[in-house]
C-alpha cells in the first residue's frame, strides 16, 4: 500500500517529499546527457495539381498510297477529328520525410503517386529512399534519370510534365514512332543514382539500373551519366544515357522490320543531349538543347531494322513579371539515317517534324496560377510524333492544343 506523504503546514509538500522531487530531477538530467534525444524525423505532404480544359484538333493522315521512308508510321484516311479534354498531366500528391543523422548528414524517402483528376485513377511515380553526406547524396528506388533531369530546364511555369507542352516529345524519341522503349524521358524502377552537391559550381550524376529478369540472352539494363555547371546566369548540362536491350529502333518500327522478338537479337540505345540555360535578366531566361539519338541492332534476319540517326533541338524563352509568366518554345527533330540488316536499303523520307508552343499564365498566389496554352505540331509524311495523351497519331499527322487550367502547388 502506499501511503501519501503528510502536507507541510503551509499546503506545500514536506521536507522527505521535496527531497524525493529532487533526487527525481537529478536523475533524470543525467539520463538526459547519458541518453541523448533521438532526432525528430519530420514527414511532409505536398504535390502539384493542374488539371485543364483542352481542344484537340487532328488533322488528315498521309494518304496510304503517299510513299514516305522505309521505316515509317502508317498514313490513314478520314483520320481528322476534334475532341474536348479535361486533362490533369501528370498531376501528383507526395509524402516525403528526413531524419537528420549528425552534422551534414541525413536520410530521407519520397513516395508519390500520380492522380488522374478526371477519373481518380493513380499511377506509379518517384519512390526512393536516399542518404545524404557531405557532398555526395545517395538514392534508391524508383526516380528520373539524370538525362532526363539535367536537360530540358525552362517547363512552362512547372506543368509541362505530361502536357502536350512538353518538349520531349520531339527531343528524346525518334520521329518513326511512339514507343516509350525508344524515349529517353524515363522514371526507371530498380535505380541507384548518386549525385555530388547541386549547390556547387561543377556537380556529378551517375545513375544505374539493372535487368532484374535478365538472361543469358538478355540484359535490358540501363546507365545514364552527367555533368552540370553553374556559374551565375549560367546553366549548362551535358547528359548520356545508354539503353541495352531495349530495341527502341525496332519497337518503333513496323511489325516486319523488329527484332525484340528474337531471343538472338541484342540492341544497344544511347542518347547524348547538351543544355544551355542563360539568364538575361531578372525577368528573362532563354535555352537551347541539342539531343543526338542513335539505335543500334544485331540480328541474323535480312532486312529487319539494323539503325537509326536522330537529332532534335529546342530553344525557348521565359518571361516573368509580377504575377505575369510567358513562355514560347520551338522543337525539331529528324531522322537523318537509317540501315537495315545485310544491306538492305532504308530511306528516311518525310521523318521530321517540329512543334510551336506558347504559353501565359497570371498567379493569383505563390501556389496558385491561371494559365492557358496552345501547341502547333507538323509531323513529316513519314513522322508520326504524339503530344496528345489519348489518341493515336499517324504518319504525316498533324496536331492542334488549345487549353486552359489552373495549377496548385501544396
Same mark, same amino acid.
Given at each position: 500500500?502506499?501511503? @501519501?506523504? /503528510? !502536507? ?8 522527505? +517529499?521535496?527531497?524525493? $522531487? *529532487? =533526487?527525481? &530531477? ?38 496510304? @498510297?503517299? /510513299? !514516305? ?8 484516311? +478520314?483520320?481528322?477529328? $476534334? *475532341? =474536348?479534354? &479535361? ?38 511515380? @518517384? ?17 528520373? =534519370? ?265
Amino acid at each position: 500500500m502506499v501511503v @501519501d506523504e /503528510p !502536507a507541510s503546514p503551509r499546503g506545500g509538500r514536506s521536507r522527505g +517529499g521535496t527531497r524525493r $522531487a *529532487a =533526487t527525481v &530531477l537529478v536523475a533524470a538530467t543525467a539520463l538526459l546527457f547519458l541518453f541523448p534525444a533521438q532526432a525528430r524525423a519530420e514527414v511532409q505532404v505536398r504535390g502539384k495539381l493542374y488539371p485543364e480544359f483542352a481542344r484537340i484538333r487532328l488533322g488528315e493522315a498521309r494518304p496510304p @498510297d503517299q /510513299p !514516305a521512308g522505309t521505316l515509317s508510321a502508317a498514313g490513314g484516311e +478520314g483520320a481528322a477529328m $476534334a *475532341a =474536348t479534354n &479535361l486533362l490533369s498531366s501528370n498531376s501528383y500528391i507526395a509524402f516525403l520525410g528526413s531524419e537528420s543523422l549528425g552534422p551534414r548528414q541525413e536520410v530521407f524517402w519520397h513516395y508519390e503517386r500520380g492522380v488522374n483528376l478526371g477519373t481518380g485513377e493513380k499511377s506509379a511515380r @518517384d519512390a526512393f529512399v536516399g542518404l545524404r553526406s557531405g557532398a555526395v547524396t545517395v538514392r534508391l528506388g524508383l526516380m528520373d =534519370t539524370v538525362y532526363k533531369d539535367l536537360g530540358d530546364r525552362l517547363r512552362f511555369f512547372g506543368l509541362s510534365s505530361g502536357n502536350f507542352v512538353s518538349s520531349s516529345t520531339i527531343l528524346s524519341k525518334p520521329a518513326i514512332g511512339d514507343s516509350s522503349a525508344a524515349s529517353f524521358h524515363l522514371r526507371r524502377a530498380d535505380s541507384i543514382r548518386i549525385d555530388t552537391d547541386e549547390s556547387a559550381r561543377l556537380s556529378a550524376h551517375l545513375q544505374y539500373s539493372p535487368d532484374e529478369s535478365g538472361s543469358t540472352s538478355r540484359n535490358a539494363d540501363l546507365l545514364s551519366v552527367g555533368a552540370v555547371y553553374r556559374d551565375g546566369p549560367w546553366y549548362v548540362s551535358l547528359a548520356h544515357e545508354r539503353h541495352r536491350d531495349f530495341f527502341g529502333g525496332s519497337r518503333s518500327s513496323p511489325a516486319v522490320f523488329r527484332n525484340d522478338r528474337d531471343p538472338e537479337a541484342s540492341s544497344d540505345d544511347w542518347g547524348t543531349r547538351l543544355a544551355v540555360v542563360y539568364r538575361l535578366s531578372k525577368s528573362v531566361r532563354v535555352e537551347a538543347n541539342y539531343a543526338w539519338l542513335r539505335y543500334r541492332e544485331k540480328s541474323s534476319v535480312a532486312g529487319r531494322f539494323a539503325s537509326l540517326r536522330d537529332d532534335a533541338w529546342k530553344v525557348a524563352t521565359e518571361y516573368r513579371s509580377g504575377d505575369w509568366r510567358a513562355q514560347v518554345s520551338l522543337v525539331g527533330g529528324a531522322v537523318g539515317s537509317c540501315t537495315l540488316q545485310q544491306g538492305a536499303p532504308c530511306d528516311v523520307t518525310g521523318q521530321d517534324g517540329w512543334m510551336l508552343n506558347v504559353g501565359l499564365g497570371r498567379a493569383l498566389s505563390r501556389r496558385t496560377l491561371l494559365f492557358a496554352l496552345a501547341g502547333w505540331l507538323e509531323n513529316g509524311a513519314g513522322a508520326s510524333y504524339n503530344p496528345t495523351e489519348n489518341f493515336d497519331v499517324l504518319g504525316g499527322q498533324s496536331v492542334r492544343h488549345f487549353a486552359a487550367g489552373i495549377l496548385h502547388v501544396f
